[in-house]
């Protein structure tokens, strides 16, 4: 079946200019999160979701920063004013439910702030 | 601070030459284990999931055990399709959701 998916794959864009990353999870998974991968770094988690509410935000980095989820699908990661320290992988996975299962992961979106 | 620290860095081996990786993990207290395999330019692709202490899972070459304060990935004769980064991440049983905090990886190079 299809995996996650996420849109574009790659975006180059200038500090200051807003984006907008998408996420489209596993059919019928309720779980959503959103991670980013810098360079040389491991995987940071920024913010969850279960359904279309978010009970935890606490790895989003700044105001900037902000996601929603609609229908119980679709996630939108937007960050405003981006800040050249946004240039990373930013990776979203699903998961059937929230407790122990597994997340997939789609193949992230490869931002760069110039 | 919960952490999770991966070693070696990098790992090259021959095809064939057995080894492991090592993840250690010092956490509040920990819900899961899990092991990802991350090709280049992908994201990240389970591979298990351990739960206790003693637990061991295998698939193909790949075995994971897990103690209380680290879990190993044991790769038996690897291929050079074997070659990926592998990562560990620790699920904690406080907070809701899921979430992964994620070690920094052992990037695996086999070579004929």
């Known amino acids: 079946g299809a995996g996650v998916s996420q849109s574009p794959s790659n975006k180059v864009t200038e500090k200051g200019k807003d984006v907008e990353l998408r996420c489209d999870p596993i059919?019928?998974?309720?779980?959503l999160y959103w991670y980013r991968q810098r360079l040389g770094q491991g995987l940071e988690f920024l913010i969850y979701f279960q359904g279309n509410s978010a009970p935890d935000k606490s790895g989003l980095p700044s105001d900037r920063f902000s996601a929603e989820r609609t229908g119980e699908s679709v996630s939108t990661l937007t960050i405003q004013r981006t800040q050249q320290e946004d240039s990373a992988v930013y990776l979203c996975a699903s998961s059937q439910l929230t407790s122990t299962d597994t997340q997939y992961f789609g193949p992230g979106t490869r931002l760069t702030v110039l | 601070e919960d952490q999770v620290t991966q070693s070696p860095e990098a790992l090259r081996l021959q095809e064939g030459e057995s080894s492991s990786l090592n993840c250690s993990y010092t956490?509040?207290?920990?819900?899961?284990l899990f092991w990802y395999r991350q090709d280049p330019g992908k994201g990240p692709e389970f591979l298990f999931t351990l739960y206790s202490a003693g637990e061991e899972k295998e698939k193909e070459r790949l075995k994971a055990t897990l103690t209380k304060k680290e879990s190993f990935l044991h790769i038996t004769a690897p291929k050079p399709e074997d070659s990926a980064t592998y990562l560990c991440a620790a699920s904690l049983l406080t907070g809701g959701g899921n979430k992964l905090t994620f070690g920094t990886g052992t990037q695996l190079k086999v070579e004929l």
């Open positions: 059919s019928g998974h309720t779980a």
């Open positions: 956490v509040s207290g920990l819900r899961g």
